[in-house]
């Protein structure tokens, strides 16, 4: 059974003494391509040298993170630069975060367009990141200058809100909150999303699945998030690691063999 991991920090400090590591028990687990996600310059030059590093596993994405754009837009020319490289598939993350005030709405908007404008430009996918905002960054991405294609990460429903990310071109990814008690929003939303717009993810090294509560996550758990996913779905994990699978390879990893 063969996975793909569409959002992880494998720059983040907590992989810093033992990717190795994590990167085999990821193999093991048949995890066979990671989306590393930029969130800032720095991070973005790191995630193009880990895909630089691995190229059999792993490819970027370069962004800045609308909570950090008031600090970093700055550095988005040279976020501009990397976005063009051969290893960097997708723009992002980008979009907007209401649950964090460090950086003001509309200048969190205007990093959105930003963002939109390059991935238009380059013709690469978007990475979305929408807290407690997806009214404001839907608004957003429907004026864009362009057919959109992207992903609406770490989505949490509800349906009507899937419909709309879908409608412009957009797909969604599900992380590892599908495996705890509660989050009923979401999963009525996943139950019937259309399998040619569904992707799976960990946003590691955060949101550990639920047997995992409290420690740090990675590409190697992303199993039990599909097997969680599936159930809900009332599908096998493997008709389901096919379709998610497919999707992403079409969006992020098109030279995937």
């Not at 990671?34 to 880990?50: F, H, K, P």
């Not at 700055?74 to 063009?84: K, M, S, T, Y």
């Not at 992903?151 to 705890?180: E, I, K, N, Q």
């Not at 999963?187 to 569904?198: E, N």
């Amino acid at each position: 059974m063969h996975i793909i991991d569409t959002h992880a920090h494998l720059d983040a400090r907590a992989f810093r003494h033992d990717l190795p590591d994590v990167l085999e028990r990821a193999r093991t687990a048949g995890v066979v391509r990671i989306l590393c996600v930029g969130t800032d310059l720095a991070s973005s030059r790191r995630c193009v040298e880990l895909a630089r590093r691995h190229p059999d596993l792993i490819r970027a994405a370069v962004g800045i993170h609308p909570t950090d754009w008031a600090a970093c837009s700055g550095d988005f020319a040279e976020v501009e630069r990397l976005a063009a490289l051969p290893v960097v598939v997708a723009v992002g993350e980008t979009g907007m975060d209401f649950h964090h005030d460090s950086t003001p709405p509309d200048a969190q908007a205007d990093g959105l367009r930003r963002h939109v404008d390059l991935a238009l430009a380059l013709d690469k996918p978007l990475i979305v990141h929408a807290r407690k905002s997806d009214e404001r960054v839907l608004e957003v991405l429907e004026q864009a200058k362009g057919a959109l294609r992207g992903v609406r990460h770490c989505f949490d429903g509800p349906a009507d809100v899937a419909s709309r990310y879908l409608s412009l071109g957009l797909c969604v990814a599900v992380g590892a909150v599908v495996t705890r008690p509660g989050h009923k929003r979401l999963k009525a939303a996943v139950r019937d999303l259309p399998a040619d717009c569904l992707m799976v993810e960990t946003d590691c090294p955060y949101q550990s699945p639920s047997s995992r509560v409290g420690t740090r996550n990675e590409p190697a758990f992303l199993p039990e998030t599909l097997a969680a996913l599936a159930a809900i779905r009332g599908e096998s994990a493997k008709a389901l690691a096919e379709s998610t699978t497919a999707v992403a390879r079409r969006l992020f990893f098109p030279d995937m063999p």
